[in-house]
């Protein structure tokens, strides 16, 4: 199962975006909503979420692990059960302390791992709708779905999202082979005092780990 996890973490939830030329449909309540969502994360000097991440296939969640997201800029370091994943703004490492493997890559333009890169990859690469208002673990929300404009594996996205506080509540990502993956996020806070080294992959603390660079 933990092979599992780590796959949709570091695959299914890995979009490659493409430059799309359809043309988009994207709902002006919608647009709004997840601008300012977005405007407020960018007026942070970091951010931290807890959430649970849960997997699953034919819709339904059959696993569901606790996770930690830091990010400031477009830095981040994210990690659930014994894999991590940190973007220094240059590369990304997957580290997995199970297999004692870390995989080093340029990110290849599309959206990478994030409770929040929906906010920016929908401005190209889905069809957006608002669906109304949801009650999501107690949090009155609005609720958005993403369709993809052309085929990336994805059946849609949902994203339910506070528009008082403008943040991120919950997101279900569903593929078109019926997997499943749920972000919930359990517990957010803004501008922390970090280690200058959050984001820095050091070599010397992997001295027994296979690393491979793509």
């Not at 690469?125 to 109304?132: E, F, L, P, S, W």
């Not at 999501?136 to 958005?144: A, E, K, L, P, R």
Request: hydrophobic share 35%.
């Amino acid at each position: 199962m933990k092979n599992i996890i780590s796959k949709a973490i570091l695959g299914s939830l890995v979009i490659g975006a493409v430059g799309f030329a359809n043309a988009q449909k994207i709902d002006a309540k919608a647009k709004k909503i997840l601008d300012d969502i977005t405007a407020n994360y960018n007026s942070k000097n970091n951010t931290y979420f807890k959430f649970s991440f849960g997997s699953g296939i034919k819709g339904q969640v059959t696993k569901t692990e606790p996770g930690i997201y830091y990010a400031a800029g477009d830095k981040y370091k994210l990690k659930i059960m014994d894999t991590e994943q940190v973007f220094d703004g240059n590369k990304i490492y997957n580290i997995n302390a199970e297999d004692m493997e870390v995989t080093i890559a340029k990110p290849n333009g599309g959206s990478m791992f994030s409770p929040i890169n929906y906010l920016t990859s929908y401005r190209k690469d889905y069809n957006v709708t608002y669906n109304g208002k949801k009650t999501v673990n107690g949090v009155n929300t609005d609720f958005i779905k993403l369709t993809p404009v052309k085929a990336n594996g994805l059946k849609y996205v949902y994203l339910f999202v506070d528009s008082a506080k403008k943040q991120m509540v919950k997101l279900e990502q569903h593929g078109t082979n019926q997997d499943v993956a749920v972000i919930a996020i359990k517990e957010y806070k803004e501008n922390q005092d970090l280690d200058p080294n959050m984001f820095v992959f050091d070599k010397n603390k992997y001295k027994n780990y296979i690393i491979t660079e793509l």
